[in-house]
T-cell receptor, first 112, second 116 residues
Framework: SQQGEEDPQALSIQEGENATMNCSYK?????LQWYRQNSGRGLVHLIL?????REKHSGRLRVTLDTSKKSSSLLITASRAADTASYFC????????????FGQGTRLTINP | EAQVTQNPRYLITVTGKKLTVTCSQN?????MSWYRQDPGLGLRQIYY???????DKGDVPEGYKVSRKEKRNFPLILESPSPNQTSLYFC???????????????FGPGTRLLVL
């Protein structure tokens, strides 16, 4: 079963704008991760936030985690055409099996 | 260069003809995993391995086999492929951090399989 659910499924914005994607999950987690996938290619790890963290930054990426609402958001600031990709959240459930569970992803398109 | 490689990258085959997709990593990672990606279903884990000779089922193991005889290799075997196994397959690896393998995973480039 899918643990993470991304919202929206697709997002189209102008270059330079900020993009926000959300992820909701169902069970308690050790950590939540965000990955990027360019069309048909392998996933690339972007950032990991642990359950005891509320916010994390990496370059133009900002991730927040609200464990009380079981949700996370990924903000990409000052978007660029190269940010066009699908973005997935992945959760590592507390006490769960040795695996990450991925959501279905948000397809982000940056228009020049 | 640290990487996960998969071969072949593209494969067209017929129902019932056994095939193997290879996966190799050069990062000395203990943990390796296979996923399939299908439209509308996201990534689903097929099998994973926490170390040599240690493998376990993921969410969708039916119709697949794996082996982990060496640390660097984790082949995916389809003994009798069927059309519903047409998919995009990814291998991934990671190392342990305080006993948790479920942190940064490194993905291969993918293998696109079509079963006729």
């Amino acid at each position: 079963s899918q643990q993470g659910e991304e919202d929206p499924q697709a997002l189209s914005i102008q270059e330079g704008e900020n993009a926000t994607m959300n992820c909701s999950y169902k069970t308690s987690i050790n950590n939540l991760q965000w990955y990027r996938q360019n069309s048909g290619r392998g996933l690339v790890h972007l950032i990991l936030i642990r359950s005891n963290e509320r916010e994390k930054h990496s370059g133009r990426l900002r991730v927040t985690l609200d464990t009380s609402k079981k949700s996370s958001s990924l903000l990409i600031t000052a978007s660029r055409a190269a940010d066009t990709a699908s973005y997935f959240c992945a959760t590592d459930s507390l006490g769960g099996a040795q695996k990450l569970v991925f959501g279905q992803g948000t397809r982000l398109t940056i228009n020049p | 260069e640290a990487q996960v490689t998969q071969n072949p990258r593209y494969l067209i085959t017929v129902t019932g003809k056994k095939l193997t997709v290879t996966c190799s990593q050069n990062m000395n990672h203990e943990y390796m995993s296979w996923y399939r990606q299908d439209p509308g279903l996201g990534l689903r884990q097929i099998y994973y391995s926490m170390n040599v000779e240690v493998t376990d089922k993921g969410d969708v193991p039916e119709g697949y086999k794996v082996s982990r005889k060496e640390k660097r290799n984790f082949p995916l075997i389809l003994e009798s492929p069927s059309p519903n196994q047409t998919s995009l397959y990814f291998c991934a690896s990671s190392t342990t951090s305080g006993g948790n393998y479920r942190e940064t995973q490194y993905f291969g480039p993918g293998t696109r399989l079509l079963v006729l």
